[in-house]
């Protein structure tokens, strides 16, 4: 699921009476099929036996009923199911003639966008950065005085001389105010179960300070220093014996740690107070006298602010929960920047002094437009604001007064990324889009823009493509923008090979990027397609609101309007898509394939969630309660079961092949959720492939280049072979 990073029956949503309309009960599994006789290695074997163990649960009168509840168990049983599961799946993904192929052009076009340089940060007069270089499993830290430096900078930290197998990740990194140390939160196989590090920048040397469990997949981690460099704040989740085991993935709460001490003494700041499902975000000032902390409360988007000062001193809270303050910045100025949808859904700009802040009395810098605000940046006299209009983006350029001075070059249907500021009006800024790769520039403040010599060196281009925005309309009318990448003059004859994705959910918005698996589809002859569902917020919190809690029905609407629209333009037909998407992406998966499954010819489903009844009784689960809603809550509880895709599979429907992968590492959606609703797909009859796909990775945070490049080829692997492309 997000943090940082996401099924009904087929027309509507379905509220049951619970006194008098219990839903039906789940028929049990057929019977367990002999063993299966020898076959090839290209042929299907059939799957392992999935015993039907009927568990039924009472929502407050709703009985639901679970035929599959032991795949919730990790004992030897269920590991010995799941590897028969990924046994199959690996004998038919592998058997595919095609497979050697299309491992080596993917790992072609991954490695072929070069060496890239990102997630920067000013600190001490240098630039830190992340440098990716294949054939390098990880990426490394690298500082320079110079920007293009970074091209060519020893590295600082990196994890592939920690771990040669790739399997260390950086979950982030912070460096001191003066830029002689660099924290890092370093975690295993994906599990994103951090302990931060602390490394002298000038020889790379680690020092014997760590902080254990600072990061989790559930909410996250967070570092920021003091501004002598002598320590840092950290995230700290609860140990072993303080909470019931439980919680141990709740209740995060801020602590200081002095460098050259016992972790032992570190001491308590912040956060006793806040909900058990909390996530601190923290980061110092430019100028090393401040801290931020932004406090999400889940997932869903309520979000509270508070404001201290490096010296000591009590924390002030500037923002609730209930405020609809986003993101906040201190400018040079000595104000506090806020970014805030209340009363203005498209998002306006306030400011207030930083010592003593108040946005309840906040100046409004830059007023709420058309467009959808979606990020800023302050330096000495300038106002960079990044707004949304659908998805593709725009930079305004403004002064301090909030006047508008002009606007920065970008490409045709861009994503702007992260906005960097130098000294004085100086920025550094990210600008690709689906044609053209990621670029960085400097810009002054006035007159044009000079690329820097960073950014994506690909061996691959899209000279012979362009870009279709279309609009698909929703169920109940809303107007829902798709992005078509494809080559030019492509035929209009409905047979073209064609993937759509989407995602819509915590308001994450999905912007134009640069991507080498539309190359594959197009040099498959094919179409890629991505769409802009609600649960987003691509045209505002009311399109993110238009799509949760009870409304998320609406997601699965659009994405099928958006599947429907493409066979409508005649760019392909019913026989030629594939649809897929992960995390929040793989319940739109499930629920579409549940309620429309004859509107495509194949399926992949990664780490994705299905029984929705559940999911909020196991730790991420409870993240997603204000993004998703509660079986507690009788309107939310019809609402989720009404769409649960594993509660909506039918027996003997002609679903298309499915293929659902999931991590045993997984800390953001449990690995029996892909369980269940493999068994569940399986025993409903259909003819179609239903392979379960268990890797020994995480959600795919942190996961080694060549890891990437093989999951890669399995997805477009089985999309291929069902497709009929060669």
Request: aromatic share 8%; net charge neutral.
């Amino acid at each position: 699921m997000k943090r940082a990073h996401l099924a009904a029956l087929p027309l509507a949503l379905v509220l049951f009476a619970c006194e008098s309309t219990p839903p039906p009960e789940l028929p049990p599994a057929p019977p367990p099929a002999p063993p299966p006789a020898p076959v090839a290695k290209t042929d299907l074997a059939p799957p392992p036996a999935s015993p039907s163990r009927p568990v039924t649960d009472d929502y407050g009168g709703l009985k639901v009923t679970d035929p599959y509840r032991w795949l919730e168990a990790d004992d030897a049983e269920v590991k010995a199911w799941s590897d028969a599961q990924t046994k199959r799946a690996r004998d038919f993904l592998d058997g595919w003639s095609g497979m050697p192929a299309l491992k080596k052009r993917i790992g072609e076009l991954k490695k072929g966008r070069g060496t890239e340089v990102y997630w920067f940060t000013p600190r001490g007069g240098r630039i830190f950065a992340l440098r990716m270089q294949p054939p390098a499993q990880q990426p490394v830290i690298v500082v320079a005085k110079n920007i293009d430096e970074l091209l060519t900078a020893p590295a600082v930290v990196d994890p592939n001389k920690i771990d040669p197998s790739g399997g260390t990740a950086m979950d982030f990194y912070d460096p001191s105010v003066d830029g002689r140390y660099v924290s890092v939160s370093l975690s295993k196989g994906g599990s994103e179960s951090g302990d931060v590090h602390v490394f002298e920048v000038a020889t790379g040397k680690e020092l014997p300070d760590v902080i254990a469990h600072v990061n989790e997949g559930t909410a996250g981690g967070s570092v920021a220093w003091n501004e002598k460099g002598t320590g840092f704040w950290y995230t700290r989740y609860p140990r072993k014996g303080e909470r019931p085991d439980a919680d141990l993935q709740f209740y995060q709460q801020v602590y200081f740690h002095e460098l050259g001490k016992k972790p032992e003494t570190d001491k308590y700041v912040f956060g006793k107070e806040l909900p058990r499902i909390a996530e601190i975000e923290m980061g110092t000032s430019e100028d090393g006298k401040h801290l931020l902390a932004l406090v999400k409360n889940g997932d869903g988007g309520e979000v509270a602010h508070y404001v201290g000062k490096t010296s000591g001193g009590p924390w002030t809270q500037v923002a609730s929960f209930t405020d609809h303050v986003e993101f906040t910045r201190i400018g040079r100025d000595n104000k506090l920047y806020a970014l805030t949808r209340a009363g203005a859904p498209h998002g306006k700009i306030v400011r207030t002094p930083i010592d003593k802040p108040s946005l309840a009395k906040a100046e409004v810098v830059v007023p709420e437009g058309e467009s959808t605000l979606r990020g800023f940046q302050v330096t000495n006299k300038r106002l960079y604001v990044v707004d949304l209009v659908g998805g593709p983006s725009q930079v305004r350029v403004l002064d301090l007064a909030g006047k508008e001075v002009g606007r920065l070059p970008l490409p045709t249907v861009p994503s702007v990324g992260q906005i960097v500021r130098l000294a004085g009006d100086e920025i550094l800024y990210q600008a690709e889009s689906f044609l053209e790769p990621s670029s960085w520039y400097r810009f002054s403040g006035s007159g044009a823009p000079v690329k820097t010599a960073i950014g994506t060196k690909a061996s691959f281009d899209y000279a012979d493509a362009e870009v279709l925005r279309e609009t698909c309309t929703s169920k109940d009318g809303a107007k829902v923008p798709v992005s078509i990448v494809m080559k030019k003059g492509t035929p209009r004859d409905g047979a073209r090979p064609t993937l759509l994705t989407g995602y819509g959910g915590y308001g994450v918005n999905i912007e134009p990027y640069f991507s080498e698996e539309a190359r594959l589809m197009l040099d498959k002859g094919g179409v890629w397609a991505i769409a802009n569902l609600r649960g987003g917020a691509e045209f505002g919190d009311a399109w993110h609101l238009a799509g949760n809690l009870t409304k998320k029905q609406n997601v699965f609407d659009d994405f099928a309007a958006c599947a429907k629209r493409l066979v409508e333009l005649k760019l392909t037909s019913k026989d030629k898509l594939a649809v897929t998407g992960a995390s929040n992406g793989g319940l739109l998966m499930g629920a579409f394939v549940t309620q429309h499954p004859d509107l495509a010819a194949v399926v992949v489903s990664e780490v994705g969630i299905y029984d929705m009844m559940r999911s909020e009784s196991f730790p991420n689960g409870a993240f997603n309660i204000t993004e998703f809603g509660t079986v507690k809550d009788p309107a939310q509880r019809d609402a989720l079961y009404a769409y649960s895709p594993y509660h909506h599979v039918v027996d003997g429907t002609k679903y298309p092949p499915l293929l659902l992968t999931t991590g045993v590492n997984d800390p953001r959606v449990a690995s029996w959720q892909s369980r269940k609703f493999a068994a569940r797909l399986q025993a409903a009859g259909g003819s179609a492939p239903v392979l379960l796909l268990t890797r020994d990775t995480g959600h795919g945070i942190g996961n080694p280049l060549e890891m990437q490049i093989a999951n890669e080829a399995d997805l477009y692997g089985f999309i291929f072979r069902h497709l009929g492309v060669d």
